[in-house]
């Protein structure tokens, strides 16, 4: 059984381009998390979506940073234009219906040059 | 969500019980502690959760004071691979819709061989 999916693993990129992150939730969750870790400010949450929705969005540093979930399996994470303070690592996790469990992605290793 | 204490660091021997100690002495009646652990590199990974009465699952136990006011995970045979930050988190569930879920600084635990 599949868990969170999480593409790329790895990106680096440099100040001014947009980045892209991707996330494919477990399959029958409707819950979606982003969260976003660093040393310095730990784990900490960016949005999140019940149902497709975006509920919370109080996370998100500033207007570059943007998410989508067009469906339940899909969601994307963008940063236009990318700064190297965005530098962290990005983890998407989802929860089912009725649960409070979250599970989390192998996370997404971002550094902006 | 009640305030979570937890030792900075703990180490074990490989093969004896690693017993991790958390302090909720904020702890309301509906909360629950709930057990996430993240190994460098990875996404943070639930373990366990529990209201009031002790709960044991593949990867570890749980022991809840009567009172409720304190909590200790354990891991019964440690292994190198159990080596990671745990966190304690206590949160009311809300089984309708999910919320974000809040990591304090956790406390690294060295498995020694």
């Known amino acids: 059984d599949a868990g969170v999916i999480q593409s790329p693993r790895h990106e680096v990129t440099e100040m001014g381009q947009e980045v892209t992150l991707r996330c494919k939730p477990i399959?029958?969750?409707?819950?979606l998390f982003w969260y976003r870790q660093t040393m310095m400010r730990g784990l900490e949450l960016l949005i999140y979506?019940?149902?497709?929705?975006?509920?919370?969005d109080s996370g998100m540093p500033e207007d570059r940073f943007s998410a989508k979930m067009p469906n339940a399996s899909f969601s994307t994470l963008k940063i236009q234009p990318s700064e190297p303070r965005d530098s962290a690592v990005y983890f998407c996790?989802?929860?089912?219906?009725?649960?409070?469990?979250?599970?989390f992605g192998p996370g997404t290793r971002l550094t902006v040059l | 969500d009640a305030k979570t204490t937890q030792p900075p660091s703990m180490d074990c021997a490989e093969g004896r019980a690693a017993n991790l100690p958390c302090n909720h002495s904020t702890i309301s009646g509906n909360e629950y502690v709930y057990w996430y652990r993240q190994i460098h590199s990875q996404g943070p990974q639930y373990i366990i959760h529990g209201l009031k009465n002790n709960e044991t699952n593949e990867m570890a136990s749980l022991i809840i004071t009567e009172d409720r006011k304190s909590s200790t995970l354990i891991l019964p045979h440690a292994t190198l691979r159990d080596t990671a930050v745990y966190y304690c988190?206590?949160?009311?569930?809300?089984?309708?819709?999910?919320?974000?879920?809040?990591f304090g600084s956790g406390t690294q635990l060295t498995v020694l061989p």
């Open positions: 399959s029958g969750h409707n819950s």
């Open positions: 996790a989802s929860s089912a219906r009725g649960a409070d469990t979250q599970y």
């Open positions: 979506f019940n149902n497709n929705v975006p509920i919370d």
């Open positions: 988190i206590v949160r009311a569930p809300e089984w309708g819709s999910a919320r974000q879920l809040t």
